[in-house]
């Protein structure tokens, strides 16, 4: 009905042309989010997904314990009223730990894949408009780092970086700088010479305003849904560096470090082991069921 109403005031000439525009990407959007709110397994993705950004901001405040206290007496603890999820070789309450730990795995995962995004967004952009030199030179970047596995690339940044938040977030984005930034370009390569790029070209507006106003919006649907489903992907990689003494170390209690305290436990405590490592799992799950939905929801002839 709404879509009726835009289309007879427009064809009244009563909508100006960017009214016109707006009034269409309002739909659109609209039918996305109907399209994804239809589907369960998407919405369950986000319900926990939700959740678990909520325990990350409040994790300290609801902490049954400190994270960081050690109470030797107490270490190797199996799960019990005292201790719900048990003790870890120190005696640190595992359950605090997990808590406090979610605000580090979602930092990371996130904070890669923004950062990664970001950058290949701006490289893609320049990339795909300009083309000559300016493409050849990013695309041959971009062959050299996708030349090397993905995780042995991150490995390589964070072993020359060194340990923290800040330098893993940096060693896992330089990774999917790559595949974003070809992705764009290719949509941009096929959006530049439509006639609305011409238009815009004609009212003298900046190469930028083309670049980042015009075109951007109308390529971004693609990079959304990967993105979304690459934050699995970049935690599972983010636990990986930290299990193998990379990454964010001890006393931040990260999933991934967890699970490398805990691998020399394996045969006599393996609930130490278990609960990090469900909570990866969990996570990870979460935000594939999400970015599946969501890209059903952006181009439903995929799901046939």
Known sequence: MRSEMHDRLQFAGIMEPDEQEEAKKQSQFLEVLKRLTRSKTAMIGLIIFIILVIIAIIGPMIAPYDYAEMVVSEKNQLPSAVHILGTDDVGRDILSRLLVGTRY?????????????????????????????????????????????????????????????????????????PFVCRMLRAQFLNQRKLEYVEAAQAENCSKATIMFKHI?????????????????????????????????????????????????????????????????????????LFGDGLRDAMDPKLKN
């Open 216 to 288: 951007l919006p109308n390529t971004i649907s693609p990079l959304i849904v990967a993105t979304t489903m690459g934050v699995g992907n970049t935690i599972t990689m983010a636990a990986s560096l930290s299990y193998i003494g990379l990454g964010v170390q001890p006393p931040p209690p990260e999933w991934g470090a967890m699970l490398s305290a805990a691998k020399g436990y394996i045969r006599h405590y393996p609930y130490q082991l278990l609960f990090p490592g469900l909570a990866i799992a969990i996570l990870v799950l979460a935000m594939n």
């Open 105 to 177: 795995t979602l930092l990371l995962g996130l904070g890669a894949c923004v950062v990664g995004l970001i950058i290949g967004i701006i490289l893609g952009c320049v990339a795909g408009f300009f083309g000559g030199w300016v493409e050849e030179v990013i695309m041959r970047l971009c062959d050299v780092m996708q030349a090397i596995p993905g995780m042995l690339l991150a490995v390589a940044i964070s072993s020359a970086l060194g340990n923290g938040l800040v330098f893993t977030i940096i060693a896992l984005s330089i990774g999917r700088i």
